[in-house]
């Protein structure tokens, strides 16, 4: 029996499925992270360090998967595609 193969993202050119992920991601671990850094107690000082780096990373990885997606859902040459692929300034 053979396993079906898991990816995150298909190579079809319309699959918003890495930037809703994405999406889900940065909303659920960048409030946290923010009331962490902005109002964080004063004893809370051998939980909040892990916890900052946890909220930290899964905004991160956020941010990079909005971009994944961002780079699959753009046409060839249009600004998004420039930008995702680091071509801002390239005509």
Request: proline share 8%; glycine share 14%; with cysteine.
């Given at each position: 029996?053979?396993?079906?193969?898991?990816s995150i993202a298909t190579s079809e050119p319309g699959d918003f499925l890495p930037a809703m992920?994405?999406?889900?991601?940065?909303?659920?671990?960048?409030?946290?992270?923010?009331?962490?850094?902005?109002?964080?107690?004063?004893?809370?000082?051998?939980?909040?360090?892990?916890?900052?780096?946890?909220?930290?990373?899964?905004?991160?990885?956020?941010?990079?998967?909005?971009?994944?997606?961002?780079?699959?859902?753009?046409?060839?040459?249009?600004?998004?595609?420039?930008?995702?692929?680091?071509?801002?300034?390239?005509?």
């Amino acid at each position: 029996m053979r396993w079906p193969k898991w990816s995150i993202a298909t190579s079809e050119p319309g699959d918003f499925l890495p930037a809703m992920v994405g999406c889900i991601f940065l909303f659920t671990s960048l409030p946290g992270f923010v009331m962490l850094l902005v109002n964080a107690d004063r004893g809370s000082g051998a939980v909040a360090l892990p916890l900052l780096v946890l909220l930290g990373a899964g905004s991160l990885l956020g941010i990079g998967f909005i971009v994944f997606g961002i780079r699959i859902c753009s046409y060839p040459g249009s600004p998004a595609s420039r930008i995702t692929h680091g071509r801002i300034f390239m005509r």
